[in-house]
């Protein structure tokens, strides 16, 4: 366990939670990655033989000699207090008068003879065997401190971070791992959550009339059930008190143009999500951390060959935002859409991340992916089109050739890489896709006609590129037969250790000093979006093959960040900022390019996605009908619209974040305050707080675990408003936890 804990440490910059053992997925995939970090497990774990090999006989004797100590005090009390004492209650009438012949017999023999009379200093030290009496010095020095470690253990503050610390390391998995959390340990804040105290989000699901009568997926909690029973609870917008909707503002003035005079048509949805892309990598920008910390690598002197790599690294990604990247020398000019600069996850943990966007969800507050096995509680985009293809069938019409609105929808989801891990099968189907490409049916040739052509790239599974003929025979296909796509594509090769296919050399400078360590994880994360940013640019050359790139609808959204250039390699148990932001792109060729400086989350995805299939009329009257009820359902706001970050009466636009696993801890701002918290679901990790406006790379934020003391902080060094926020956002995530539970119908405390 201790080599696990180093290893594991040294690899990620993180700690193992000990208690998440028992939940951890046991499919082939997990067990590759604990395989993953076999050659530091055995580095540490002969490192640590070494050392207890050299050390043993030092270790035994230094023992021996404080046992002996020990030893030789409890003999000194016993001969020389206790014993004496005893002897003369035996002695004694009233000791005698309590007790018959035979049970003092009993004691008498239990007792041994009386001590001798008078012993002397040196009579009373006894030996241990063979080892001499311990010298007064050294018996001072271990009594000393023992009675030291006695003062401090009473002195320790009663908090719970200081129990699992002083535990031994065998009994980690134990301590507090069959614990379950019910609540967000609020104590010592001071904030206002009085007016959240008996509300909830669920409510009876509103009465449609385009639904079928028959239930479809997705939208099970419609309909009634039959006989003497209560009818299912949903999410409802109008239940939630903080919901914030701008559905009924008008489109932004830099989009009307464009709708008002038709000139967006959305035949094809392609919905792309960046692994582990963070958003100053999309493209790379000067005066963001990850540039920022290139330049430190050369002293702020980055030679000319380098700064030419840097200038064709992100094109694409240039062309698809309209932001320009270092020594850029791109002429071309932008797509066309909008770009969120800032754009924060729903979740650090990739399945998570697919259900947020997909779902226009928050994901459960739970460890791992038990997403899968609960209730999603919105339906996600492949259920929308499959009940618009439903509202459309009803109206008896058959599908025109040359009116793609009559064209019915299908939902295709792709990756390169295993879906094998922590249950990913099992939620793709629940999120409704029913037609899927992953590493294993790649490799089975009697389900495509297009094997891999390319050895795997890491453990997961190949690089993105083997995916190209299977994309152009979704679009030849929907085009042929009529039918609209949604495409649903995970990208995965930039997932450490951001190994590329030959020609790519994931070594190509790009970095100084990057040999080894942090830096050079730096180089080969920057060389892998370079990898990615050429697929992205595959992917549109092949809309314009298959000529329909004018109308198709492409979305770009990280499904977290990675704090590479902060030093981690994964997004487990990274709270820093670089993990949660992330690129989030709607392009379209026919809309004016647009960028969104306002605080956003990547929940809005599907229903901005609605509300452009909407808005560029692009659904015929019916579908749209249908499809402008179902967007009233959603939590978040449509990025066609202005940003509302408060409420009439002041309550704060609230986003949440959860962070991978998904158990231990939550972030979560508000978008009306710069400000940034990270709050412990358990009692063993810290409380985070950061104000990205004055600290956007969050250098100085304050930790603490305890939560009135870090309350204090807070005020110290940012003021009176940033502790009242503080304890207001404590007030809201408590509710919102358990609130999340309920829509998720999840109990913590019972096991799946």
Known sequence: ????????????????????????????????????????????????????????????????????????????????????????????????????????????????????????????????????????LYCTLVLLATVILIILRAARPHEYAYSFLSWVLPLSPFVGGAQCFTTVEVAGLLGNGGWLKGKSALGVPAHWDFLPPDPVP?????????????????????????????????????????????KVSIKHVVFIKLESTRS????????????????????????????????????????????????????????GGIAATDAFTTGTYTIKSLAGSFCGITPLVADFNREYNHHIYQPCLPHIFNMLNTVMANETKEPRDDDYLTWPWESRYMQSVTDTYDNQDLL??????????????????????????????????????????????????????????F????????????TLPEPWDHDRELVGHSDGGALRNVKRYLNAVGYDDRWMKTIFDMLEETGIANQTLVVLAGDHGVSVPEGAI????????????????????????????????????????????????????????AASQILSLYEGQSLLRPMKNQTADGHADWQFQVMNTGGTWLSMRSTNRPYRLVVPLRHDV???????????????????????????????????????????????????????????????????
């Open 428 to 485: 793709t189907p629940e999120m409704g896709f029913h037609d899927w490409i992953t590493k294993e049916t790649l490799e089975d040739p009697k389900k495509w006609k297009h094997p891999p052509t390319t050895e795997p790239v890491c453990l997961y599974g190949y690089p993105d590129e083997e995916l190209r003929e299977h994309i152009h025979d979704a679009i030849d296909d929907a085009e042929t037969n009529h039918k609209r796509l």
């Open 218 to 262: 997705g939208f099970e909690d419609w309909y009634s059930c039959h006989g003497n029973c209560r009818r299912k609870l949903h999410y409802s917008p109008e239940k939630d008190p903080l919901h914030i909707d701008n559905l009924g503002d008008p489109i932004l003035d830099t989009l009307r143009e464009a709708f008002d005079q038709e």
């Open 686 to 752: 810290e409380w985070r707080f950061s104000d990205l406006e004055s600290d956007p790379d969050e250098k100085h934020a304050i930790w603490q675990f305890d939560g009135k003391e870090f309350e204090k902080v807070v005020r110290e060094r940012h003021g009176a408003d940033a502790e009242s926020w503080v304890g207001d956002a404590a007030q809201v995530a408590r509710w919102w936890v358990k609130d999340n539970w309920r829509r998720w119908r999840y109990d913590p405390c019972q096991k799946d």
């Open 487 to 498: 495409l649903a594509h995970l990208t995965g090769t930039t997932h450490e250790p951001w």
């Open 570 to 625: 994964t997004p487990y148990d990274d709270s820093q900022v670089g993990a949660f932001h992330v690129p989030f792109v709607f392009s379209h060729a026919h809309l004016p390019p647009v960028t969104i400086n306002a605080p956003v989350s990547l929940q809005q995805a599907l229903p901005t996605i609605l509300d452009l299939l909407i808005s560029s009329k692009s659904l015929p009257s019916s579908a749209s009908s």
């Open 280 to 335: 100053d990598v999309f493209p790379v920008r000067k005066g963001l951390h990850m540039f920022d910390t290139v330049e430190e690598s050369y002293d702020h002197d980055i030679p000319k060959e380098i700064q030419e790599r840097f200038a064709k690294l992100t094109p694409t990604a240039e062309w698809l935002t309209g932001l320009s990247g270092p020594f850029s020398n791109n002429t071309t000019p932008p797509r």
């Open 1 to 136: 366990m201790a080599s696990s804990n180093i290893s594991f440490y040294f690899f990620t910059g993180a700690e193992i939670h000990w208690r998440l053992l028992s939940k951890f997925h046991h499919d082939s995939a997990g067990f590759k990655t604990f395989l993953y970090g076999l050659t530091g497990f055995l580095i540490s774990a002969g490192a640590i033989l070494i050392v207890s090999w050299l050390l043993a006989s030092y270790v035994y004797d230094f023992w021996g000699n404080v046992l002996g100590v020990f030893s030789w005090a409890i003999q000194r009390l016993w001969g020389g207090a206790i014993r004496p004492v005893i002897g003369k209650l035996r002695k004694s009438k009233s000791f005698s008068s309590h007790m018959d012949t035979d049970d003092e017999e009993h004691l008498l023999k239990d007792l041994g003879p009386p001590p001798p009379p008078s012993p002397t200093a040196k009579d009373s030290i006894v030996t241990i065997g063979d080892v001499a009496p311990p010298s007064k």
